[in-house]
């Protein structure tokens, strides 16, 4: 799916961002992958240094959407590493946005996905299966629901309450 230039989108949806409509997240993600410009619906995950819900929604069918991780900011472990990456690549997800770190950063870069996020972290995760899936999260500076729209590329990451054009 290709990406709307995130500029663009704002400069012509100027009453949407002051609306509240489409919301920019702040500037503290990292790039990673081949993708630098990715969009699509938003699914959401939120967890805490524990990953197993990440890799049970990363299984599924991905049509092109993203998955917005909320791992409360988290810089004590890595969320989601090249093998993860690999899996959404394979399953069909456009992106990954991670409120967290992610490792394997040479591994995820060879991929085809998508991925900001903190940093980058050597430690994984725990494997205990907390969390919540399709749950309103808060990255970036502004809350993001499950069925949103979010583009990212080289400008940043925008989330928009609905499909956009320019």
């Not at 949407?16 to 969009?39: E, K, N, T, W």
């Not at 093998?83 to 991929?111: F, K, P, T």
């Not at 080289?154 to 309450?161: A, L, P, T, Y």
Request: proline share 2%; hydrophobic share 40%; glycine share 12%.
């Amino acid at each position: 799916m290709a990406s709307l230039p995130t500029a663009e989108i704002c400069d012509t949806n100027a009453a949407h961002i002051s609306s509240g409509d489409l919301r920019i997240l702040h500037p503290v993600f990292q790039m990673y992958g081949q993708s630098h410009a990715f969009s699509g619906p938003v699914v959401t995950v939120k967890v805490f240094e524990d990953n197993v819900l990440v890799r049970e929604l990363l299984e599924t069918k991905g049509e092109g959407r993203v998955l917005v991780i909320d791992g409360g900011g988290s810089m004590r472990c890595a969320l989601v590493g090249g093998n993860l990456v690999q899996l959404a690549q394979n399953m069909g997800w456009s992106g990954i946005v991670v409120n967290g770190c992610v490792r394997d950063v040479d591994e995820i870069n060879l991929c085809q996905v998508g991925v900001r996020a903190l940093a980058s972290y050597p430690l994984k995760s725990n494997k205990l299966g907390t969390g919540e899936k399709h749950v309103a999260v808060y990255v970036g500076g502004t809350f993001i629901r499950d069925g949103e729209w979010l583009y990212a590329d080289n400008d940043g990451i925008i989330v928009s309450k609905f499909e956009l054009s320019i």
